[in-house]
């Protein structure tokens, strides 16, 4: 499928309802980011015309101080993924880049030289044109692209291709769990998002 950006998925009301649930919840933490559990946000999702909470498979909250791997979120039978950014404090908005390969294998992370232990995702050492992914460009990352990722070297990004999505509070991001995609250079103090996988 090809990437899905909706500029105004949710109101204010909604934006602000999704955020008092992640500060008045416990949560937890793991190498990266704070990730919690959001069942609770299925009751305000409900009245969102934009999700079909029928086919939510799995729905956490996560919230990021740097900028995260490139990565693949395909689980078994969740196929498609939801990014909903929820609040951006002191800075500019990020983006999402979401690249055009694909990663066929379960959920798997690519961090370089960097050791980090994942929950769900397998981390993996190295850069992603390095293992098994479609549609490779064989080419240098382009520098369109570069200009949002250079929290990494050029090289690591080798081989991809892609655009950038503003994580913009209340818009909306749907993709294909297979592909690749990353977090660009934070120029803000931290990021609150929801992700969602649907089943098949
Ligand atoms: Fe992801």
């Known amino acids: 499928m090809t990437v899905k950006y909706l500029d105004n998925a949710l109101s204010h009301d909604i934006v602000n ?8 919840a416990d949560d937890y933490d793991t190498d990266t980011m704070k990730k919690l559990s959001g069942e609770d946000a299925m009751s305000v999702l409900k009245n969102v015309d934009a999700i079909d909470t029928d086919r939510i498979n799995v729905i956490h909250y996560y919230k990021h101080k740097l900028p995260y791997y490139p990565h693949s979120d395909y689980h078994y039978i969740e196929k498609e993924n939801i990014v909903l950014p929820l609040q951006v404090t002191n800075g500019e908005n990020p983006y999402l880049i979401i ?19 994942f929950k769900i995702n397998t981390g993996v050492n190295g850069r992603p044109y390095d293992f098994d992914i479609d549609n490779k460009t064989h080419k240098p990352v382009p520098n369109y692209l570069y200009r949002f990722l250079d929290w990494q070297p050029k090289d ?7 655009e950038p999505y ?7 991001m749907q993709f294909d769990s297979q592909r690749l995609h990353a977090t660009s250079t934070l120029k803000c103090e931290e990021k609150l998002g929801l992700t969602i996988r649907y089943k098949i």
């Open 17 to 24: 309802e999704l955020i008092d649930i992640y500060n008045n």
């Open 99 to 117: 690249f055009d390969q694909y990663y066929y294998e379960d959920a798997c992370t690519w961090t370089g030289d960097m050791d980090i232990k």
């Open 156 to 162: 690591f990004w080798y081989g991809l291709s892609g």
């Open 166 to 172: 503003e994580f913009k509070p209340g818009s909306m």
